[in-house]
């Protein structure tokens, strides 16, 4: 039973560059969610999809895209890579409606920008 | 709006001894309030929950919280630490009738269990 898996689990981009970080859940959870964890500001939502086929925005979303692929998968874009996204990036997923459980956290990904 | 505010950055106690991670909140409506535990190069681990009911709600490696409305507080208590519970902790906050169910996190208590 993986939960919550992200890939890939570390990156380095050069400024400019883009890519995808990718997320998958097998709990069935409707809601999934991307954060950013930085030194002394603890986790900032950047997006979040609370059932398939819907996105929204969170407290950070400048500079990402995201797509809820399936019910499984949620991933975040970065378009043109910045060094202010140099961050620890964590996908999450949560319970269907009505089952308060939490959030289920992958492992992170380390993503540096130079 | 909903936010959370941890006002230790660092709690330092003596094995064996009681410990103490303070949370306060604040959010429309009742809350649902979590605690997660973050060990090195990990993900956040769920500790614990208060959602309704009994305000002493008890988790995870022997971990319990008060929830206190009066307060808006939710902090973390341990009767006895260890030092495998040095950690970052850090406590969670969302409204009850939030249909995107996202968590605002407070920014993080480091915890140090001296030996």
């Known amino acids: 039973n993986a939960g919550v898996t992200q890939t890939p689990k570390f990156q380095v981009l050069k400024t400019g560059q883009s890519m995808t970080l990718q997320c998958a859940q097998d709990?069935?959870?409707?809601?999934m969610y991307w954060y950013r964890q930085d030194p002394g500001m603890g986790l900032r939502l950047i997006y979040y999809?609370?059932?398939?086929?819907?996105?929204d925005k969170g407290e950070v979303p400048n500079g990402y895209n995201v797509s809820r692929l399936n019910k499984r998968e949620f991933s975040l874009r970065l378009e043109s890579a910045a060094p202010s996204q140099t961050s620890v990036y964590f996908c999450?997923?949560?319970?269907?409606?009505?089952?308060?459980?939490?959030?289920?956290f992958g492992q992170g990904t380390r993503l540096t920008v130079v | 709006a909903q936010s959370v505010a941890q006002p230790e950055d660092q709690v330092n106690v003596a094995e064996g001894n009681p410990l103490t991670v303070k949370c306060t909140y604040s959010?429309?409506?009742?809350?649902?309030l979590f605690w997660y535990v973050q060990y090195p190069n990990r993900g956040l681990q769920f500790l614990l929950k208060?959602?309704?009911?009994?305000?002493l709600v008890k988790g995870s490696y022997g971990f319990e919280a008060e929830f206190n409305k009066s307060q808006t507080s939710f902090h973390l208590k341990k009767p006895s630490a260890l030092v495998s519970d040095s950690a970052l902790y850090f406590c969670?906050?969302?409204?009850?009738?939030?249909?995107?169910?996202?968590?605002?996190f407070g920014k993080g208590t480091s915890l140090l269990v001296t030996p």
């Open positions: 999450a997923s949560s319970e269907q409606q009505g089952k308060v459980k939490g959030a289920f």
């Open positions: 709990m069935n959870h409707n809601s």
């Open positions: 999809s609370a059932s398939e086929g819907t996105t």
């Open positions: 959010v429309s409506g009742n809350p649902y």
């Open positions: 208060y959602i309704t009911g009994d305000n």
């Open positions: 969670a906050v969302r409204a009850a009738g939030d249909s995107g169910y996202a968590l605002n």
